[in-house]
């Protein structure tokens, strides 16, 4: 048995058929214009007809309204951003030129995008003014030797309005200190002259020290005439030693000895002279009389 279709039906089919694939197709292309991807450092803020939504999107497959909203995506992955050198006369009137890189991230995508136009153009301008007001602060020996609160100083002037904007400062280092060669030689000059200062200062305290050492050595040879003796002999062995020198002794050490010898017995041979009495005085001679 064969089933017969009226013309009239399969022309609804076909409409049907066509009006599906109609659809479908609108829905494609809706999807396609509605999808959005955000990825995992990304945050997406949300402007439907001009006001920003409150939500924030997060990283993912997203779909926002084709021709209605618009999407921002926000980049929260740490920025590392290099200051420019910034020219600068410090408190004690030295000309220096510092440069430095400053740290930070979004927080707050709808901050970020509503409160400034461009963030990263903000925060780089108020690194160079903070550094040129930190320049003008310091001293140049803070400079070069104290950086790390001068950093903590520099951050906490840009932390300051960037929290309205949405980013918060991580670091603050200050990279190069730049000065003129005038100075570079006046302190290569004054390092020179403190270094020479201590080595005379350590010179003398080594003088001081030798003549103690001397003294108390001096006070031994003058106890035992030996050791003078003996010293002198090292002296000889201690100059003998160089291949080309000659040691003459005008005297042998033996004469010395005898001298030495002859000088005691000598003082011990000398009788010692009795002392006048102060009771004593002159003999009276008297003449008596028988």
């Given at each position: 048995?064969?089933?017969?279709?009226?013309?009239?039906?399969?022309?609804?089919?076909?409409?049907?058929?066509?009006a599906a694939a109609t659809?479908?197709?609108?829905?494609?292309?809706?999807?396609?214009?509605?999808?959005?991807?955000?990825?995992?450092?990304?945050?997406?803020?949300?402007?439907?007809?001009?006001?920003?939504?409150?939500?924030?999107?997060?990283?993912?497959?997203?779909?926002?309204?084709?021709?209605?909203?618009?999407?921002?995506?926000?980049?929260?992955?740490?920025?590392?951003?290099?200051v420019p050198a910034q020219?600068?006369?410090?408190?004690?009137?030295?000309?220096?030129?510092?440069?430095?890189?400053?740290?930070?991230?979004?927080?707050?995508?709808?901050?970020?995008?509503?409160?400034?136009?461009?963030?990263?153009?903000?925060?780089?301008?108020?690194?160079?003014?903070?550094?040129r007001s930190i320049i003008?602060?310091?001293?140049?020996?803070?400079?070069?030797?104290?950086?790390?609160?001068?950093?903590?100083?520099?951050?906490?002037?840009?932390?300051?309005?960037?929290?309205?904007?949405?980013?918060?400062?991580?670091?603050?280092?200050?990279?190069?200190?730049?000065?003129?060669?005038?100075?570079?030689?006046?302190?290569?000059?004054?390092?020179?002259?403190?270094?020479?200062?201590?080595?005379?200062?350590?010179?003398?305290?080594?003088?001081?020290?030798?003549?103690?050492?001397?003294?108390?050595?001096?006070?031994?040879?003058?106890?035992?005439?030996?050791?003078?003796?003996?010293?002198?002999?090292?002296?000889?062995?201690?100059?003998?030693?160089?291949?080309?020198?000659?040691?003459?002794?005008?005297?042998?050490?033996?004469?010395?000895?005898?001298?030495?010898?002859?000088?005691?017995?000598?003082?011990?041979?000398?009788?010692?002279?009795?002392?006048?009495?102060?009771?004593?005085?002159?003999?009276?001679?008297?003449?008596?009389?028988?």
């Amino acid at each position: 048995m064969r089933v017969h279709i009226a013309p009239q039906g399969a022309v609804m089919v076909e409409a049907l058929v066509a009006a599906a694939a109609t659809v479908a197709s609108a829905g494609v292309v809706y999807v396609m214009a509605a999808a959005r991807v955000v990825k995992q450092y990304e945050r997406g803020v949300v402007f439907r007809l001009g006001r920003v939504r409150s939500s924030v999107r997060g990283p993912g497959f997203t779909l926002i309204v084709p021709f209605v909203d618009r999407l921002r995506k926000v980049n929260m992955q740490i920025v590392t951003m290099p200051v420019p050198a910034q020219d600068g006369i410090t408190r004690d009137n030295v000309t220096v030129r510092v440069d430095a890189v400053i740290y930070f991230k979004v927080v707050d995508a709808s901050e970020a995008i509503v409160q400034v136009e461009d963030y990263r153009f903000a925060v780089s301008q108020m690194a160079q003014t903070s550094l040129r007001s930190i320049i003008g602060k310091s001293d140049l020996d803070d400079l070069l030797s104290n950086r790390e609160k001068l950093n903590q100083g520099l951050e906490l002037m840009i932390d300051s309005p960037a929290m309205g904007w949405g980013v918060q400062i991580d670091r603050v280092e200050i990279k190069d200190v730049s000065l003129p060669e005038t100075m570079k030689r006046s302190m290569a000059r004054q390092a020179e002259a403190d270094r020479e200062r201590r080595a005379r200062v350590i010179n003398a305290d080594a003088e001081l020290q030798a003549s103690k050492k001397l003294a108390e050595a001096a006070g031994v040879m003058s106890d035992q005439p030996a050791a003078l003796q003996l010293r002198l002999l090292q002296t000889v062995v201690a100059v003998a030693a160089e291949k080309n020198s000659t040691l003459v002794l005008p005297f042998p050490v033996e004469l010395l000895r005898f001298l030495e010898r002859a000088q005691q017995s000598q003082q011990s041979q000398s009788p010692q002279q009795p002392l006048p009495s102060r009771d004593s005085g002159p003999a009276q001679s008297g003449t008596g009389q028988d």
